[in-house]
């Protein structure tokens, strides 16, 4: 039978296994320019390889801040602490990470316009979790309400 306790072992797991490809990207990134260059019909130079390389540079710094914050999210839940400041802060993290993503991606759009489906895609999911943060910061204020009528 599925259990929260077995779900909140997968998600840790898919965050270490991202954890694990975003550390093999960063690692391989000169490699994978150049592979991607080479292999694209997008008409790119290999000069334009330095690009792509500073995008993943770049972008792993927000990457690596959201998957950190979301593992200890993660962690937190799994302690039984939910609906928490702390967590509503870890939320707030996550968002900008997203938006930083995403800033990220419209700026590499100068040099390859499908960047721009990353940079939707990561301003959206920052949106989603932004609407879930507000959600569980009106959980918060009900909690600590209840808990001082109590």
């Given at each position: 039978m599925w259990?929260?306790?077995?779900?909140?072992?997968?998600?840790?797991?898919?965050?270490?296994?991202?954890?694990?490809?975003?550390l093999?990207?960063?690692?391989?990134?000169p490699w994978l320019t150049r592979w991607f260059v080479d292999?694209?019909?997008a008409g790119l130079k290999v000069e334009e390889a330095v690009y792509f390389m500073?995008?993943?540079?770049?972008?792993a710094v927000p990457a690596a801040y959201l998957l950190y914050s979301l593992l200890k999210l993660l962690v937190r839940i799994e302690t039984g602490q939910v609906f928490t400041a702390e967590n509503v802060e870890l939320l707030r993290r996550i968002s900008w990470s997203c938006f930083a993503g995403a800033?990220?991606?419209?700026?590499?759009?100068?040099?390859?316009?499908?960047?721009?489906?990353m940079a939707v895609a990561a301003a959206f999911m920052?949106?989603?979790?932004r609407v879930v943060k507000n959600v569980v910061a009106?959980?918060?204020?009900?909690k600590n309400e209840a808990d001082y009528t109590v």
């Open positions: 259990s929260s306790e077995k779900s909140i072992i997968l998600s840790k797991l898919s965050v270490l296994f991202f954890m694990g490809l975003l093999a990207a960063v690692v391989t990134a292999f694209s019909q500073g995008t993943i540079y770049v972008g800033g990220v991606a419209l700026i590499s759009l100068f040099y390859y316009y499908p960047w721009f489906f920052g949106l989603i979790v009106q959980a918060v204020e009900l």
